[in-house]
């Protein structure tokens, strides 16, 4: 979804505007554009497709500029042209904007009633010329002064979403922005502030932080960061220091972000587990964790709302925490959630898994589930994120920044905070005795190394993703916690090579899609030795003896389902605790090593946002 960059300090260059474009392109974008202001007046450039087409015209903007803006556009309300690309300039306005104004049609009626031409096709354009509109109209106070009441009257006028950028002319050193449902963070350095829709965009810069809430406006100048409310009420907030670095936003001499980061699946799990889980006690910490402060005892079920990836980390939880905690776990799509009717009360915890802590489906759900009383709690992976503020308490998944547009190691942190969540419930709630509790930290703590190795097989997998990239169409299935890692195998599998597969539970397979198999399916079967070994290796058989091919994961030394197999991936030997983590790896290793020999985009599959801010 679109990003939104800003500067006012000293002086940036056109290539300060750039790269910090590039560090939000893994949100999705369809087109660019930059706004540099000088004493000679504004300069705007603006591209379709990916950045590399803006940066041809770089040379055309001034060497410096002491504010600017910068924007990459997934495009909503007209095509991904330039002419529809923002920024959109309305006399000294200039602004771009992330979100969706929905009452754009009736603005537009009458802005062009008064005379304001319309040269795109954009909900955003609406934005630039009522600003303009309103400016005009105010006579007296300095022209900082009218911008800021101009936008609190603008602001009371759009319904839908917004994160603007916008400079003024005028005001040669000031930078302007309001925010409602679209994520915003300030940061601040020596002489210098910034604005952008995600910390990823300005770690190079600062690591001082501070996330703009809803309905409020912001006034930036080179040593000040000013918010107040939309009805002009001053508002102070301190900035916060975010441990991100530059180094885990490179590539880090991979291939691929994505390759990256499934090979930091181990980091990812040991930092989520840092702290949170006391070896010498065998206990949870509770504080850590960030769930101290929620009536864990006297709860009576959970409700866990999650999209794509987090949702099968939310569904593979629910098998855990279930077994640990002894609580009714129910788990839902957020797009659904929300309008099904509520039945949440006050000893309901309903957890949002979100990696971005941005996902307007989430964010919308869990708004809904708090209006009804229910108590929240975020498990997100951008710290200070717009769901980490709606919530009561925050757990954070701590995967480190994650690039790739498909999510994976974020997946592997998001499964390991909510086992730890499990865990904080079943110690609070007494469901597991000292003994049990303390197996279960033992179990948790030798995840990242028993995953480490699961990463062994890379070069296998990439051998194997010859025989499977020319297919149109793959089946996976799984049994208990392994279904919803074959969900998850399947839709890292469309996501990344857009070749069409689906997932099915084992057992349901005689319901219907048995009907699918023939010589030319392939089913990958996720059957390593669990509780549920038996039936899916009579699964495999009921494939086998109607002529399917079996891509089989299942133990290294598991001779009988080697034989069964036509290809076997063969995993460590782990408990059925840690089971799941080390089969994911391969899976998003399986996806990773397919779309790369079919040659597609890897990192930013068509189609496809990391931070889908749109309903
Ligand atoms: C998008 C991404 C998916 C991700 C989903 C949920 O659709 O392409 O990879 O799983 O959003 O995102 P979230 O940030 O809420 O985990």
């Known amino acids: ?345 006050s000893k309901t915890l309903v957890v949002a898994v979100s990696q971005s802590g941005e996902t307007a489906d989430t964010l919308q759900a869990i708004k809904a589930a708090r209006a009804n009383g229910a108590q929240t709690l975020a498990v997100v992976n951008v710290p200070g994120s717009t769901i980490a503020h709606m919530c009561h308490a925050e757990s954070l998944t701590k995967a480190g920044p994650e690039i790739g547009v498909a999510s994976t190691k974020a997946f592997a942190a998001q499964l390991t905070a909510l086992y730890l969540l499990g865990l904080a419930l079943a110690q609070e709630r007494q469901s597991l005795n000292d003994a049990q509790l303390r197996f279960y930290v033992d179990e948790l703590v030798k995840i990242p190394s028993l995953v480490e190795r699961s990463l062994g097989l890379s070069d296998s997998i990439e051998r194997l993703a010859n025989r499977y990239h020319h297919l149109s169409s793959l089946l996976f299935i799984g049994r208990g916690p392994q279904w919803p890692i074959a969900l998850e195998g399947s839709l890292k599998l469309k996501e990344l090579s857009y070749i069409h597969a689906e997932a099915y539970a084992a057992g349901e397979l005689k319901h219907g899609p048995i009907a699918l198999i023939d010589e030319n399916m392939h089913v990958v079967c996720l059957a390593p030795r669990d509780a549920y070994y038996e039936k899916t290796l009579s699964n495999i058989e009921e494939i086998k003896a109607r002529g399917g091919r079996i891509l089989a994961v299942g133990q290294e030394n598991d001779s009988q389902l080697l034989q069964l197999a036509d290809d076997f991936i063969g995993i460590p030997e782990c408990s059925e605790t840690v089971l799941p983590f080390v089969t994911a790896v391969p899976l998003h290793l399986l996806a990773y090593w397919i779309a790369v020999r079919k040659g597609t985009d890897v990192d930013q599959p068509r189609n496809l946002a990391k931070s889908v801010t749109v309903e």
């Open 1 to 345: 979804m679109c990003g939104v960059i800003g500067y006012v300090g000293a002086g940036a260059s056109p290539s300060f505007f750039l790269n910090a474009l590039r560090r939000l392109e893994y949100r999705g974008y369809d087109s660019a554009g930059i706004a540099m202001l000088t004493a000679d007046g504004v300069a705007i450039q603006r591209a379709e497709g990916k950045l590399s087409q803006l940066e041809r015209k770089l040379d055309q903007l001034p060497a410096k500029a002491k504010v600017g803006i910068g924007h990459t556009r997934w495009a909503t309300h007209g095509k991904p042209t330039e002419n529809n690309a923002h920024p959109h300039r309305s006399g000294p306005i200039v602004l771009l904007h992330n979100g969706i104004i929905e009452n754009y049609r009736q603005l537009k009626e009458r802005l062009v009633a008064r005379g304001y031409q319309f040269l795109s096709e954009t909900d955003t354009e609406v934005a630039a010329h009522l600003l303009h509109d309103e400016y005009k109209k105010l006579t007296s106070g300095t022209p900082e002064a009218r911008m800021r009441s101009a936008l609190r009257s603008v602001v009371g006028q759009l319904k839908g979403a917004f994160a603007f950028g916008i400079l003024c002319l005028d005001t040669p050193e000031v930078l302007y922005s309001a925010k409602l449902g679209s994520p915003l963070v300030v940061g601040q350095a020596e002489g210098e502030t910034f604005m952008a829709s995600g910390i990823t965009a300005l770690v190079e810069h600062t690591r001082q932080f501070m996330v703009v809430e809803d309905h409020e406006i912001v006034v930036l100048k080179p040593e000040s960061v000013e918010i107040e409310t939309f009805d002009g009420q001053p508002v102070t907030r301190p900035f916060q220091r975010v441990e991100w670095s530059v180094a885990m936003m490179e590539k880090g001499g991979y291939r691929h972000f994505m390759l990256k980061e499934i090979h930091e699946h181990p980091i990812a799990i040991a930092q989520t587990l840092n702290g949170r889980v006391q070896r010498d006690s065998g206990t949870i910490n509770l504080t850590d964790l960030g769930v101290a402060k929620l009536p864990l005892k006297t709860l009576s079920r959970l409700q866990i709302i999650a999209c794509g990836t987090s949702y099968y980390a939310a569904c593979l939880s629910k098998y855990f925490i279930e077994a640990t905690a002894r609580i009714p776990v129910e788990v839902d799509l957020a797009s659904e959630y929300r309008y099904r009717a509520s039945t949440v009360d």
